[in-house]
């Protein structure tokens, strides 16, 4: 596709339950990133991945959150046992392997954890 | 670890009026710094960004220079418009961290006609 598309766009689910956000990079860019954006902050990095691997989890707030990428392409990004803290806009990025390339950002999943 | 600081907002200016945001940085590598844009209802979009000392950035009438020695990333515009009413980050990423990207807390902008 032309952009990086998430989906979905939006998405109301109740505490405890599993979600999965999905995000489709732009084709050939081999490096993928999700961050997180709560309400009046910038977007806060969850997680790297340089092809199919986790380059860098480091900014996941803990084990109920997992994200896969499995073959380089497409992410998931998954939420066990949501709470209404994890409520936020979900950016996925996309960027080519040149160290100077520019991330370009999808436009993101609501999620409301009611 | 990394963080970025930008003025806090709304700012509200008459169109035709001088912009400046500022943003410090600190950083543990050599950074490359950014500046993005996010107008109502769209996603986050690259505005403009320098990658080493010294080197300015400009866009769409936008301009910020890399200033090592103040560790600052100041966002100005001579003559600012309607249509540039959005939230601007400030965001730096290093090579070595995978460039993934450290944002400030974003400014409003709304700008009157």
């Known amino acids: 596709g032309a952009g990086v598309s998430q989906t979905p766009s939006n998405k109301v689910t109740e505490k405890g339950k599993y979600v999965e956000l999905r995000c489709d990079p732009i084709s050939g860019h081999t490096a993928l990133y999700w961050y997180r954006q709560s309400l009046g902050q910038g977007p806060e990095f969850l997680i790297y991945f340089q092809g199919t691997g986790a380059a860098d989890d480091s900014g996941l707030p803990n084990d109920r959150f997992f994200a896969v990428r499995p073959e380089g392409s497409v992410s998931t990004l998954k939420i066990q046992r949501t709470e209404r803290g994890d409520s936020a806009v979900y950016l996925c990025a996309s960027r080519s392997q040149s160290a100077s390339a520019e991330a370009f950002f999808g436009q993101g999943t609501r999620l409301t954890v009611v | 670890g990394d963080s970025v600081t930008q003025m806090e907002g709304p700012v509200t200016l008459s169109e035709e009026a001088c912009l400046t945001i500022?943003?410090?940085?600190?950083?543990?590598?050599?950074?490359?710094l950014f500046w993005y844009v996010q107008y109502p209802g769209e996603g986050l979009q690259l505005l403009l960004k320098a990658t080493k000392a010294d080197d300015k950035g400009s866009n769409k009438g936008f301009e910020a220079t890399y200033r090592k020695e103040t560790t600052s990333f100041h966002l100005e515009k001579g003559s600012v418009q309607v249509s540039d009413s959005a939230v601007y980050f400030c965001a730096l990423s290093v090579l070595e961290y995978g460039n993934k990207l450290v944002f400030g807390a974003g400014t409003i902008l709304r700008v009157k006609s």
């Open positions: 500022n943003c410090t940085y600190t950083a543990t590598g050599y950074p490359s």
